[in-house]
């Protein structure tokens, strides 16, 4: 195999017409012609979708990156029937346990291996899933945040716009699961363009660091119109980026519980109406599913988590509805309703239809 990263610097003045020096290399040192070629971050060279298309049947290809312009429709029209696209996440929580030499079969029966599975979670929540930071050092957190921020975004921009993008980026890590609207953002960054803040939002999801979710709403009119609510790729960045003034883990309880979800590939919106829901998961054109995200269910709040998920499941005809918690697991029947209070944990170790994470 032939690995290539077009990250590396000496890439810096890499042109389309030098893509060919690639191939004299391949014949030059005798690769044969299934040799695997592993490219990273090709996305930074113009055009290098159409020299895929040309040696395609040359070689096996891997193409890897962090930018969503290699999922442009453009890219997939080019490629048609030759191609596979798979989205990577950090690693989910099985794979969390795997590095920590913890099996979760059969957890239901062994208390004491619970009880280590617990203890693990609770690393997870604040440590997140990038591998080279649950693997070697989770400093690497820091550098790789930077990164993300200077490579993905402010590169893409004027650099006069770097402080304001900074401040965005800071506005977004402390805001995680809140509704943010484009005025707030704007006002908040300096950034008196609404279309330039909108931009360098849309940059940031497009770099996957950042996710945003609209509210449901029959009206897509009023959809539009309604405030977003931000998420993270990952716990980590939260809490080793982040400003956080106080330990809101019950933010990072619902951050964990979005990027599951993205990765078991379910079309997320949030409600909001006379009471409010975390999460409605969409499939096709119907609501299939309701899902709250509380740390911990007191007397204080246990009535507002119910209600808002009841008036959900009552206004898309939902019999069953779930409640994440951090600990907690019991059963709520109400109106001839099911709420399901569990662990996320539990439900991270759950299968999830044809979906299961390993």
Known sequence: YLYINFNDERFVSFTPEDFQKVLEFLE????????????????EVENWEKWIDRIKEKHPIIITGSNSKLLSKEISTILTGRSISINLYPFSFKEFLKTRMLSFDNYDLDLKLQSKIRTAFSNYLELGGIPKAIIEDERILIELYENIVYRDIIKRFNYRLEKPIKEISNLLLANISKELSLRKVSENSGVTNLLTTKTILDNFEKAFFFFFITKYDYSLRKQVQAPRKVYCIDNGFICKAGFRFSEDKGKLLENLVFIELKRREQEVYYFSDKKECDFLIKEKTKIKEAIQVCYFLTEENQKREVEGILEAMTKFQLKEGLILTN????????????????????????????NQQT
Not at 328 to 334: A, C, S
Not at 343 to 348: A, H, Q, R, S
């Open 28 to 43: 030059e040192q005798n690769y044969e012609k299934n040799s695997y070629l592993l490219i990273d971050e090709i996305q």
């Open 327 to 354: 600990e907690q697991e019991k059963e709520i029947k109400i109106e001839q309703k099911r709420i399901i209070i569990k662990p996320v944990w539990k439900w991270l170790l759950e299968r999830s239809g044809n």
